[in-house]
């Protein structure tokens, strides 16, 4: 069974610090690694995609990627209220037709 | 209106009742997924498919029935449907594997 972990959290930083959100796989072969964000009673959506070591830079927001320690991990810069949410760490092992596991997320609370 | 939309947004049945879930994407994307998502479990899939006629069970199969006659339509059937099946119901889909998913905006399902 391939496994995704995630601190269930609540991860509470203050407005304008930086957020930690951490992801370990259990697959060694995984290929492809992907944050989403979900708001209580919506729907995941796509924020970052990472397909190799080390570091991708979106805005405010950098995945980063070590596929020897099995580990990746989302930075948020300047955290606001409005990215507080459910963020879910999903991964994809070596065949192209392997659907992606999600993690059981983690809760972000960003305080004013 | 393009994108993937699901139907019914919510959802009250009896238990033994067949009940259907709607996804319909307008992208022409070649995989769907149906992923359930409770709390403490977080999302766990049901069924996928590749292309039109293909499908393949995810990690959740039973109780559950998918077809895929036509590449935009993928809907989910509970076959007789039990209280464990309360959940939150996500349609996804994706143009090709190596891309992350868009998800729809859920159907909640109680059983009662």
């Known amino acids: 069974q391939k496994e995704v972990e995630q601190n269930s959290g609540p991860l509470s930083v203050p407005e304008g610090a930086i957020a930690s959100l951490n992801c370990t796989y259990s697959?060694?072969?995984?290929?492809?690694f992907f944050w989403y964000r979900q708001y209580s009673g919506k729907s995941p959506e796509l924020i970052m995609s990472?397909?190799?070591?080390g570091d991708k830079e979106d805005g405010r927001f950098t995945a980063q990627l070590n596929k020897a320690s099995q580990y990746v991990s989302l930075l948020i810069r300047d955290s606001q209220p409005s990215d507080s949410a459910t963020y879910l760490c999903?991964?994809?092992?070596?065949?192209?037709?392997?659907?992606?596991?999600f993690g059981k997320g983690t809760r972000l609370s960003v305080i004013a | 209106d393009a994108g993937i939309t699901q139907s019914p947004r919510y959802k009250i049945t009896e238990t033994g009742r067949q009940v259907t879930l709607m996804c319909h994407q307008t992208?022409?994307?070649?995989?769907m997924f149906w992923y359930r998502q409770d709390l403490g479990h977080g999302l766990r899939l049901i069924y996928y498919?590749?292309?039109?006629?293909?499908?393949d069970k995810g990690e959740v199969p039973d109780g559950y029935v998918v077809s895929r006659s036509k590449t935009e339509n993928f809907p989910l059937t509970l076959e007789s449907a039990t209280r464990s099946q309360t959940s939150v119901y996500f349609c996804?889909?994706?143009?090709?594997?190596?891309?992350?998913?868009?998800f729809g905006s859920g159907t909640r399902l109680t059983v009662v």
């Open positions: 990472i397909y190799s070591n």
């Open positions: 498919s590749a292309a039109a006629d293909i499908t």
């Open positions: 992208w022409s994307h070649s995989y």
């Open positions: 999903a991964v994809r092992g070596r065949s192209g037709n392997t659907p992606l596991v």
């Open positions: 697959d060694r072969v995984s290929q492809s």
């Open positions: 996804a889909s994706s143009e090709r594997t190596i891309y992350g998913y868009t």
